[in-house]
């Protein structure tokens, strides 16, 4: 689940059985109402979901780059901004590093080993699991991990304007004493996104 897009080839499958049993209710007659309404269910589906690509379509735009008047990477940018911004940052680190993210659970522009925040409460889970921001940054080593990717507005969001998410000041409080304790910055764009390398104990010291 770590890439949600690899689970496309499975929809023709589905959507074969799904032939397979329209037509089934079509050959029998006892059943043959419920085959109608099926039917109509079904086109109107399809309708919806050829109207919603199309508006999809004009949305984004991909005409320019398609006909070579705009980038690649100035498109994304546009699209993206501070995402795409912050994965070519990741991008850039040298080794083989590992990037923990926190509130983004988006990974499709990183080229490097990225563990993306799939539940959005990563942080919280681990802080309740594990206990101080030390035990913490242990366990994350343990894991191989070596970076961390902090999608400061996504947190905030959270915090502030989510009423139903579990996460509150404590955490954030928590993850400070974390930043400045067991990370080294290396990167931040305008407060969007923070890139930190998770320091080893010795150089902690």
């Known amino acids: ?26 050959e029998q007659e006892q059943h043959h109402d419920l085959w109608k309404i099926a039917r109509g269910l079904s086109a109107a589906a399809i309708g919806l979901a050829l109207v919603t690509a199309l508006l999809a379509f004009v949305d984004t735009n991909p005409l320019p780059v398609m006909l070579g008047m705009e980038t690649d990477e100035d498109y994304l940018l546009e699209r993206l901004q501070a995402h795409y911004v912050a994965m070519q940052a990741v991008n850039d680190l040298e080794g083989d590093p590992v990037v923990l ?21 990563q942080w919280w889970h681990d802080r309740r699991v594990y206990g101080s921001p030390a035990a913490v940054a242990d366990h994350w080593r343990e894991q191989g991990i070596t970076h961390v990717l902090v999608f400061e507005t996504g947190g905030r969001f959270l915090i502030e304007q989510e009423p139903h998410d579990p996460t509150d000041e404590t955490d954030w409080t928590d993850l400070a004493v974390l930043r400045e304790t067991e990370m080294m910055p290396l990167w931040d764009d305008l407060d969007s996104y923070t890139l930190y390398e998770l320091i080893s104990p010795s150089n902690g010291e």
């Open 101 to 121: 993210f926190l509130w983004e659970p988006r990974t499709y522009y990183c080229e490097q080993t990225c563990i993306p925040d799939s539940i959005i409460n």
């Open 1 to 26: 689940l770590l890439q949600v897009r690899q689970m496309i080839p499975v929809f023709p499958a589905l959507a074969l059985i799904g032939a397979l049993g329209m037509e089934g209710l079509r």
